[in-house]
Every structure is written in C-alpha cells, then in structure tokens.
C-alpha cells in the first residue's frame, strides 16, 4: 500500500513537472496574444474599413513602440498610396516559446505563433517562428519589435 502511494506521488510529481514548462509564462504569453490581436483588429480596421491616418496612429500608439510603430505606419501610408489586396489576419496565439529573456524594463521572446488567416481559398491556420520585444513604459507593456524568422 504505501509502495503504491509513494508510485502515484512519483508519477503526479513528473506530469506537474513536465506541465510546469507551459504555464511558468502564462502572464506573458497572455500580454503579449492580447498586444498582438489587438495589433490585428486595429490593422484590420485600416485596411478594411476607414482609412483614417490619425485615428490609427492613436490606436497603434497604445499597443506599439519603437521600431514597431514606426515601422507599421510606413507600411500602412504606403497602403494608401498604392492599394492592394491582404490576406485578412483573423487572429493570433502564442503556439510555443523557444526561449524568453525578461527585465524590468523589457521582454525578448523567441516564440512559434499560431496565425488563423483568411484568404481567395478561404481560412487557414499558418506556424511561423517570431523573436518579439517588448517594452514596458509608465507600468503599460508595448509591442516594440515583430520579426519573422525563416
């Protein structure tokens, strides 16, 4: 009998180990999915709906920072003057994280996202590898960098 219970222990103690791994960053991994949908609702928004310069910069301005920022409202002023079709971002999640690196002041993260995408042949789901960086200013956390990696 207490072979028996101290097997049982052994073996939960193993499984809430190896299931440890996932949830040790669940704080993160929830920022930063709530950043990046956020990110596509607001582009979505440019691309689909009102083309207004100003409103998006005041949306982008409370989820992005740095490079990131910068970047997307080159990207989308140049949608404007040269329109074209996208394929349509539904949404995003966090499939894996590879490595993560985190400060006070910022968050590095080497992550597999999970894509959900609408296109000509309909909805689809894509995995591709990304290292993010965030920074934290005034207590809020931003978007600061977004790269694909091949």
């Known amino acids: 009998m207490r072979n028996r219970f101290i097997f049982i222990m052994l073996i939960s103690l193993l499984f809430s180990y190896n299931s440890f791994g996932y949830y040790q960053y669940y704080e993160e991994i929830d920022s930063i999915e709530y950043l990046l949908n956020e990110r596509i609702e607001v582009m979505n928004e440019f691309l689909y709906g009102y083309k207004d310069m100003g409103k998006l910069e005041e949306k982008l301005e409370k989820i992005e920072a740095e490079n990131l920022l910068e970047n997307d409202l080159d990207i989308l002023y140049k949608v404007?003057?040269?329109?074209?079709?996208?394929?349509?971002?539904?949404?995003?999640?966090?499939?894996?994280?590879?490595?993560?690196?985190?400060?006070?002041?910022?968050?590095?993260?080497n992550a597999d996202l999970k894509w959900q995408m609408s296109g000509y042949d309909g909805e689809f789901t894509?995995?591709?590898?990304?290292?993010?960086?965030?920074?934290?200013?005034?207590?809020?956390?931003y978007l600061a960098s977004l790269v694909y990696i091949r």
């Open 126 to 141: 894509m995995v591709k590898n990304y290292n993010i960086k965030c920074v934290r200013l005034a207590d809020q956390i």
């Open 80 to 109: 404007i003057d040269s329109p074209t079709d996208y394929e349509l971002a539904l949404s995003v999640e966090i499939d894996k994280i590879n490595s993560l690196e985190k400060t006070d002041d910022y968050m590095n993260i």
